[in-house]
C-alpha cells in the first residue's frame, strides 16, 4: 500500500486487565484513498449525512473492551479474509 495513496489513523489503546502500570499500545489502520472516496460517493448518492468514518474493527475493539473491562483472561480475534 502506497502511503500517499492511503489514508492512515492511529489511536492509542489499553487492553482490558493490563499491568500496573499498563503497557502503552497504538492501533494504526490504513486504507486506500479510492476506496475511502467511492464509500464517501456511495452516502452523498442516498442523500445522508456522513459525520465520521471508522475502520470496522476499530469499533468492534472498542465495543469488546467495554464489555470485558472486568476479565482477565486473554481475548483471540477470529478473522475470515478472502475465504480463507
Not at 489502520?29 to 475502520?55: K, N
Request: net charge negative.
Amino acid at each position: 500500500m502506497s502511503l500517499p495513496e492511503s489514508y492512515l489513523a492511529v489511536s492509542s489503546v489499553q487492553l482490558a486487565g493490563s499491568l500496573s502500570p499498563p503497557t502503552p499500545l497504538s492501533l494504526a489502520v490504513a486504507t486506500d484513498r479510492l476506496m475511502v472516496h467511492a464509500w464517501i460517493d456511495v452516502v452523498e448518492a442516498a442523500d445522508l449525512p456522513l459525520l465520521s468514518l471508522e475502520w470496522m474493527l476499530t469499533a468492534a475493539w472498542r465495543a469488546v473492551r467495554a464489555a470485558s473491562q472486568h476479565f482477565e483472561g486473554d481475548l483471540a480475534w477470529l478473522l475470515k479474509h478472502h475465504g480463507y
